[in-house]
């Protein structure tokens, strides 16, 4: 017994139960919140893409203009002296050294310009540097002989201290030469001109000024043959740390892991020089780490979840007091309940105010508890309903079993046991569909409700699999399985009517008997189910006895 004032076992299973209001200011406050969740990681994830093709596009049209750039004063460039070679009078050595140091004075860009002979002797030359020097081995005057020549970045070591550099630094140039020639083509000497490199420097810091809000921007510039020429100090001269990068793009960006550990969006573009100039094949790469890029998405996505736990704060309040209108009188009916339910006689369930559903469940639930109370009729019917295969009114396998259990259990007695399946019965289902299956499965049952005798118990298992036991009683024959057998089959293989369509479906039938097979029930129902299945393998639409040396072995 529960001692006076201790609430039984019961009462505190209830009192620990979450109570409506309670269940539903919670609910409000996880469905907000996970909305907002949601959002905000969606919200976020699309602002990033949209924000990462952005600053993607944006790079690779830094490096887009700076490649055009680069190609463009090349092209002006080699245009220059190509022009300037054409001049007669450059021949004479005089006015190539008046025309040379004028050209020097208006173009800061260019460190050296000079003229040579045939033989590549240094004819005039600015600020009569290597003046009568021999650069006949040289790149610049050996192409400069063939034509027009625009050489890559390159060292020079014979003007190191003698151009405006940086201290330490030995000088980097671009050549550009053409050939000085006579009336009939044949070459004379030669133009030639060292630019400075510093030009490109100049151009990024062109480019780069109006960006300066881009924290950690980096630009590079890559010759034809990957190396870095322009970077930061510890890349120049070096190929690019990220080999894959130039391999796969054209003109475009990624966002890629550099060897430093840190993710960067990278825009690549490509000089493919402009008109009659072929180009360099410099490469320019512009980069920012992704951190940054992405940190003003992380911001608007921890705002809006932000905002989803104080509305979720507040949708919660709000949903505790509008579930007190629903949790009062709900709380009446379940007291009510409770009380029928410890067996106090004399209550009944409250008619109570409020929502319309909810004094319709008072209603109904007073309905039911009159029936329950004062009808046995229901509570029989209610017990059949749980027997009973819906779909066919045939028993189902809870009351086969309970029936097989109760007819067997004393040990007395013996019984024939038949399991059947329908052979076909799948293809109808995908053809014509489930409610076409279940008119099959309907008339069916019926059919096989009609061929076994008034003691006899068939019923359906689940599915397409019905079972039927045959008890033998005293002073009766035995059943003829095999005659009963090909009744049942024949039965089933006339054909069933669907919307005016006529289909047919098959059976298999296995067949065991108690206690003659085994004294155990449960092994004679087993010896059943081999025998049908022994039925299916040797060709379907047949029945088969269960015997221990044919399906027996096979088992």
Request: no cysteine; aromatic share 8%; charged share 25%.
């Given at each position: 017994m529960t001692p006076l004032g201790q609430p039984s076992g019961k009462s505190k299973r209830r009192n620990r139960a979450l109570g409506l209001r309670a269940t539903v200011a919670v609910t409000v406050a996880i469905l907000v919140l996970g909305s907002t969740v949601v959002?905000?990681?969606?919200?976020?994830?699309?602002?990033?893409?949209?924000?990462?093709?952005?600053?993607?596009?944006?790079?690779?049209?830094?490096?887009?203009?700076?490649?055009?750039?680069?190609?463009?004063?090349?092209?002006?460039?080699?245009?220059?002296?190509?022009?300037?070679?054409?001049?007669?009078?450059?021949?004479?050595?005089?006015?190539?050294?008046?025309?040379i140091d004028e050209l020097k004075r208006r173009d800061p860009t260019i460190a050296w310009i000079g003229m040579t002979n045939a033989d590549g002797r240094v004819m005039a030359a600015s600020g009569g540097l290597l003046l009568g020097a021999d650069i006949s081995t040289r790149p610049v005057h050996q192409e400069g002989m063939?034509?027009?020549?625009?050489?890559?970045?390159?060292?020079?070591?014979?003007?190191?201290?003698?151009?405006?550099y940086l201290e330490g630094e030995t000088p980097k140039f671009v050549d550009v030469s053409a050939p000085l020639q006579r009336a009939d083509g044949t070459p004379v000497g030669v133009l030639a001109a060292h630019y400075s490199w510093e030009w490109a420097y100049a151009s990024i810091r062109q480019l780069t000024e109006p960006l300066s809000d881009r924290r950690e921007l980096t630009l590079y510039i890559l010759s034809a043959d990957g190396s870095v020429l322009i970077g930061p100090d510890q890349a120049v001269g070096k190929p690019l740390p990220v080999p894959?990068?130039?391999?796969?793009?054209?003109?475009?960006?990624?966002?890629?892991?550099?060897?430093?550990?840190?993710?960067?969006?990278?825009?690549?573009?490509?000089?493919?020089?402009?008109?009659?100039?072929?180009?360099l094949g410099w490469t320019v790469i512009a980069r920012q780490p992704a951190n940054l890029v992405f940190a003003e998405t992380n911001r608007l996505r921890l705002s809006i979840i932000g905002s989803g736990i104080l509305l979720a704060l507040l949708f919660s309040v709000i949903g505790w007091f509008a579930a007190g209108r629903i949790a009062r009188p709900l709380g009446s009916i379940a007291g009510a309940a409770e009380r029928i339910g410890d067996g106090e006689r004399g209550v009944a369930i409250p008619d109570v105010g409020g929502a319309a559903e909810i004094r319709r469940l008072s209603v109904s639930l007073r309905d039911m508890v009159d029936s329950l109370t004062n009808k046995d009729a229901a509570l029989m019917r209610l017990e059949?309903?749980?027997?009973?295969?819906?779909?066919?009114?045939?028993?189902?396998?809870?009351?086969?079993?309970?029936?097989?259990?109760?007819?067997?259990?004393?040990?007395?007695?013996?019984?024939?046991?038949?399991?059947?399946?329908?052979?076909?019965?799948?293809?109808?289902?995908?053809?014509?569909?489930?409610?076409?299956?279940?008119?099959?499965?309907?008339?069916?049952?019926?059919?096989?409700?009609?061929?076994?005798?008034?003691?006899?118990?068939?019923?359906?298992?689940?599915?397409?699999?019905?079972?039927?036991?045959?008890?033998?009683?005293?002073?009766?024959?035995?059943?003829?399985?095999e005659e009963l057998a090909s009744r049942i089959i024949a039965a089933v293989n006339e054909p069933v009517s669907i919307n005016g369509e006529k289909v047919r479906v098959g059976c298999s039938i296995g067949i065991a008997s108690w206690p003659e097979d085994d004294g155990d029930m449960a092994t004679v129902m087993r010896h059943a189910d081999a025998a049908l299945y022994k039925a299916k393998r040797d060709g379907r639409n047949r029945a088969v006895r269960w015997t221990r040396v044919e399906v027996g072995a096979e088992g």
């Open positions: 959002t905000g990681l969606m919200v976020g994830s699309g602002a990033a893409d949209a924000l990462k093709q952005e600053i993607g596009d944006s790079m690779t049209g830094l490096a887009q203009s700076l490649a055009r750039q680069l190609d463009s004063t090349m092209w002006a460039r080699a245009n220059q002296i190509a022009a300037l070679s054409r001049i007669e009078a450059l021949k004479d050595p005089a006015v190539a050294q008046s025309t063939k034509g027009l020549f625009v050489g890559d970045v390159h060292e020079a070591v014979a003007l190191r201290g003698k151009v405006p894959a990068l130039t391999a796969k793009l054209r003109d475009g960006w990624s966002a890629d892991r550099w060897p430093d550990g840190v993710t960067y969006v990278t825009g690549v573009a490509y000089g493919r020089g402009l008109h009659d100039y072929a180009g059949d309903i749980a027997y009973e295969d819906r779909l066919t009114a045939l028993p189902n396998r809870r009351y086969f079993e309970q029936y097989v259990e109760a007819s067997t259990g004393s040990g007395g007695g013996s019984a024939t046991m038949m399991y059947i399946d329908l052979d076909g019965f799948k293809p109808v289902n995908d053809r014509l569909g489930h409610d076409a299956g279940d008119a099959v499965l309907r008339q069916v049952g019926g059919r096989l409700a009609s061929i076994f005798r008034d003691d006899d118990v068939i019923a359906r298992l689940g599915g397409d699999e019905f079972a039927a036991v045959l008890p033998r009683r005293a002073g009766r024959p035995a059943p003829d399985t």
